[in-house]
T-cell receptor, first 111, second 114 residues
Framework: ELKVEQNPLFLSMQEGKNYTIYCNYS?????LYWYRQDPGKSLESLFV?????AVKQEGRLMASLDTKARLSTLHITAAVHDLSATYFC???????????FGQGTRLTINP | DADVTQTPRNRITKTGKRIMLECSQT?????MYWYRQDPGLGLRLIYY???????NKGEISDGYSVSRQAQAKFSLSLESAIPNQTALYFC?????????????FGDGTRLSIL
């Protein structure tokens, strides 16, 4: 059974700082997705990572995938308040587009 | 207009009632999904459908049923609602082709069962 674990689950940080969210998963997969959710809102796709060593960047966010370590990271550079949200990673189970989600990381960025 | 529309957006009902949540999409996607979101648990897959004649159980299908009325419509039913089905429910769609396509989510239905 595929399990996906994120850490930390809660993160409070100051503007301008850097930090990393980790996503570990338990069985082989080469497709991983990162989503953002604002309070009371839907999920917005951020990154799609399809192979070992994949790295994607958008603004202050950068995501990477290490399929051998079964680990993805979401790195935040010089955080700004607008990045406050809950971030989810999701792993494609057996390539069937049956996503298994992590618990989510609630990120709060303080001025 | 939203590409993936869920109705109702909010619903409060009583234990034992039958409830239907509806999802429609204008994206032309074949694949549709129903998830529930609970605090601290992320999203969990209830049912998914790859086309009108293909419906599959997800991780937590007990107590739920679905109907794929057309390519664009996928409904979730709770036959006899119970309080632990109180949650935020999301419908999602995905294109059939292209390994780099993410799932697209609706705005969610907040369901409370008293």
């Amino acid at each position: 059974e595929l399990k996906v674990e994120q850490n930390p689950l809660f993160l409070s940080m100051q503007e301008g700082k850097n930090y990393t969210i980790y996503c570990n998963y338990s069985t082989t997969s080469d497709r991983l997705y990162w989503y953002r959710q604002d309070p009371g809102k839907s999920l917005e796709s951020l990154f799609v990572l399809l192979s070992n060593g994949a790295v994607k960047q958008e603004g202050r966010l950068m995501a990477s995938l290490d399929t051998k370590a079964r680990l993805s990271t979401l790195h935040i550079t010089a955080a700004v308040h607008d990045l406050s949200a809950t971030y989810f990673c999701a792993v494609d189970h057996l390539g069937a587009q049956k996503l298994v989600f992590g618990q989510g990381t609630r990120l709060t960025i303080n001025p | 207009d939203a590409d993936v529309t869920q109705t109702p957006r909010n619903r409060i009902t009583k234990t034992g009632k039958r409830i239907m949540l509806e999802c429609s999409q204008t994206k032309g996607h074949d694949r549709m999904y129903w998830y529930r979101q609970d605090p601290g648990l992320g999203l969990r897959l209830i049912y998914y459908s790859f086309d009108v004649k293909d419906i599959n159980k997800g991780e937590i299908s007990d107590g739920y049923s679905v109907s794929r009325q057309a390519q664009a419509k996928f409904s979730l039913s709770l036959e006899s609602a119970i309080p632990n089905q109180t949650a935020l429910y999301f419908c999602a769609t995905r294109a059939n082709r292209g390994g780099n396509q993410p799932q697209h989510f609706g705005d969610g239905t907040r369901l409370s069962i008293l």
